[in-house]
């Protein structure tokens, strides 16, 4: 079997008579037979090497030297056909270069530049991530990802039935396809590991899903798109691995073996609760995915990793689930990345991240002083090392040597990638990069600018106060908070205007370097926070899809989109005069809301409630809970509400624990509206 790179012996310095294949009669020069030369001087022509050029005696003499001569061509004809096409020899600028010397400077650098433009072709091809699911598009794909491929033929299923195995160093992913139509995908390991093979079959529903057809669908439109980013996930773990020594996969999986005995032992505490005691079990992973040290989920949304899930949207109603995907959740994705550039504490391979009991019983003094709750049993597993290799193995008799050690630890770290990012202000940002120990440049733009972006050619000074105007409308249920069945809501039109009278620089937290788990359980609290804080201002300021516009709940209302002063100033120049027009229009809701982000989140609220003005202050505290730290209408609230100690008088934080639970300022004030006033 030959193979695809062996090459034939060199042809070079032999005559045309030497060659076996060669015509009995030479052809007759002309001026344009020798157009090899031109080609090699074009970026479009095929790769060119000496074998190409015929030439006479003196032409290849003047190949191998550095003559002052003139330059000179393969026969006279080409002169004349310069001088046809009326171009003078003298024209071309090739006094005392060779033509040797020009054709191989020239052809080396064009074929740079051809090579650079490939692969910015190829790239941007790639980019666009249009791919389709047929046997080429997945070989191709594998390919792009350095795997390898092998086609097998499945015996009486079919002509066309077979099977692509593609394959790395610790993994392979077998896809069966006939006619380009995927029915079976499964991925294995090359090793049986516990901690991975628990996880083998979801991870292939997955990769079935993302190549098997929808209902109704034409193959013609089904694209590699999600296969493809799973598979990119993989083949980097398997690219990081080094057989023997390291498994990226394993390290992942017994990362999530501590992190799940963890979310186990919170889910048994929160059982220990007489407030949590009519809860069930479901409804108890969610309040510790949100409220103590997250949910670790293997394989989930579609995609093939990590998850550590820290918030949930709808956390507090009873139809959300851990598994819930149409509620939008914040999670971060454990993975393993080349530890290039950094100072970095590299990845270690274990599953014993924590103790067997979780929380720490051996206090010491200085633990017991500043405790609040309890002390988690972290534990720090041995480093994992990888053989010498061939060139790094010690030589006899330089056993001191420095830079000739045997084993080392490999060049991989744990990354964090936060889906999706958060937007906190800096001096949070150095928190969270003080607890991962990274140095990361901060950015030079407001908090505000990156939670509500600047629309292209609008001036924008950050030391000035900034207004961001937005109708939306409120759905309420009047009948419901009567003790009445309400099927459909009352759509209420509000706009709100948001205030930022102190800007402060903010950041986009992507992804960090971390050491141990307990990192990023460290960085929980802070990420909920601002989760929260984002999820309360996009619900008031920002369209959402599926929620009616504002024009349904009153037609003097814009759609929802962004307002500037601009637009603002057009339509007050375009209200009509006529008021029994305006009389009939339903009236809008006004809704100021001023925002501090630091040093802890803030928003004031300002809207009309009876015959004066509400003003609330709430504060987004750490974990993402509400607290009112002052306001001028709960003090005529005669309401009570039950609980697990009995029946009280409503409060404040009450009525912060309803915002907590609906995450919506309007909703929340079109219900304090129709209690209170």
């Known amino acids: 079997m030959s193979t695809p790179m062996r090459h034939g012996p ?16 030479p052809q007759a020069s002309t001026p344009f037979s020798n157009l090899q030369t031109g080609v090699a ?30 330059a000179n061509f393969d026969s006279p004809s080409a002169a004349a056909a310069y001088n046809t096409l009326g171009m003078a020899i003298n024209d071309l600028n090739l006094d005392n270069i060779s033509v040797g010397g020009l054709v191989a400077a020239a052809g080396r650098t064009d074929e740079e530049d051809r090579k650079k433009r490939m692969e910015a072709v190829i790239n941007a091809l ?18 792009h990802l350095n795997l390898e491929c092998l086609w097998e033929d499945v015996r009486g299923a079919g002509e066309n ?5 593609i394959a790395g160093q610790t993994m392979g992913v077998e896809v069966g396809i006939t006619n380009h139509i995927v029915h079976s995908a499964s991925l294995t390991y090359n090793e049986s590991i516990p901690s991975l093979d628990k996880h083998v079959d979801k991870a292939s529903a997955i990769l079935l899903k993302d190549l098997s057809l929808a209902p109704g669908q034409s193959p013609l439109t089904k694209r590699l798109t999600a296969f493809r980013a799973n598979l990119e996930r993989l083949a980097t773990l398997d690219r990081l691995s080094v057989s023997p020594g390291l498994n990226c996969h394993e390290a992942i999986a017994g990362i999530w073996e501590s992190l799940e005995r ?44 990590l998850s550590l899930d820290y918030w949930k949207e709808r956390r507090k109603l009873a139809s959300t689930t851990v598994e819930t995907e149409d509620a939008k959740t914040w999670g971060i994705l454990i993975e393993c990345a080349a530890a290039t550039g950094m100072v970095y504490s590299p990845v270690r391979v274990s599953d014993k991240w924590i103790g067997p009991d979780i929380e720490k019983s051996n206090l010491t003094d200085e633990e017991m002083i500043s405790t609040t709750g309890p002390i988690l049993d972290w534990l720090e597993p041995a480093n994992t090392l990888l053989p010498a290799s061939e060139e790094t193995k010690t030589e006899p008799g330089l056993e001191g040597t420095v830079g000739l050690s045997g084993p080392k630890t490999p060049e991989v770290v744990f990354m964090a990638t936060f889906d999706p990012p958060v937007i906190v202000p800096h001096a949070v940002a150095m928190e969270i990069y003080k607890i991962s120990a990274t140095n990361t440049p901060l950015s030079n733009v407001t908090f505000d600018a990156l939670m509500f972006p600047i629309a292209e050619g609008d001036a924008y000074d950050p030391s000035e106060p900034r207004e961001v105007t937005f109708t939306q409308t409120v759905p309420t249920f009047a009948g419901n908070l009567r003790g009445q069945p309400q099927a459909e809501p009352v759509l209420k039109a509000h706009r709100n205007t948001l205030f930022i009278y102190k800007p402060v620089y903010g950041q986009v937290i992507n992804h960090v370097p971390f050491a141990h788990p307990k990192d990023l359980v460290t960085m929980l609290p802070l990420l909920r926070q601002y989760a929260f804080l984002s999820l309360l201002l996009t619900n008031s300021l920002k369209p959402k899809e599926g929620k009616p516009t504002a024009k349904e709940a009153d037609d003097d209302n814009d759609i929802r989109v962004l307002r500037t002063r601009r637009d603002e100033f057009e339509a007050f120049m ?12 339903p009236k809008v809701l006004k809704v100021d809301i001023t925002l501090t982000a630091h040093p802890v989140p803030r928003l004031l609220l300002v809207f009309p409630f009876k015959d004066y003005t509400a003003n609330i202050m709430i504060e987004i505290q750490i974990g993402g809970r509400v607290h009112i730290i002052s306001e001028n209408i709960f003090q005529e609230d005669k309401g009570f509400t039950s609980n697990s100690r009995g029946t009280q008088k409503r409060t404040p934080q009450d009525w912060a624990n309803a915002l907590e639970t609906m995450e919506d300022i309007g909703a929340w004030i079109e219900v304090i509206k129709y209690t209170l006033e």
Request: glycine letters at 6%; a positive charge; one cysteine or more.
């Open 10 to 25: 060199s042809q070079q310095g032999r005559t045309p008579s030497q060659h076996p294949a060669a015509a009995p009669t």
């Open 41 to 70: 001087l074009s970026p479009h022509g095929p790769r060119s090497s000496p074998q190409q050029f015929k030439r006479s005696p003196a032409t290849g003499t003047m190949m191998g030297s550095n003559t002052s001569a003139t």
């Open 126 to 143: 790639w980019a666009q991530n249009s791919s389709r699911v047929s046997n080429q598009g997945l070989e191709r794909l594998a390919i």
């Open 161 to 165: 039935a077979k099977t692509l195995i």
């Open 262 to 305: 963890l979310h186990r032992w919170d889910i048994q505490k929160l059982h220990e609760d007489p407030s949590l005691a009519n809860l069930s079990e479901e409804r108890l992973r969610v309040f510790a995915l949100c409220l103590r040290h997250g949910c670790p989920l293997m394989h989930t949304r579609g995609r093939i990793g």
């Open 574 to 585: 375009s209200q009509e005069d006529d008021k029994n027009v305006s009389d009939k229009a």
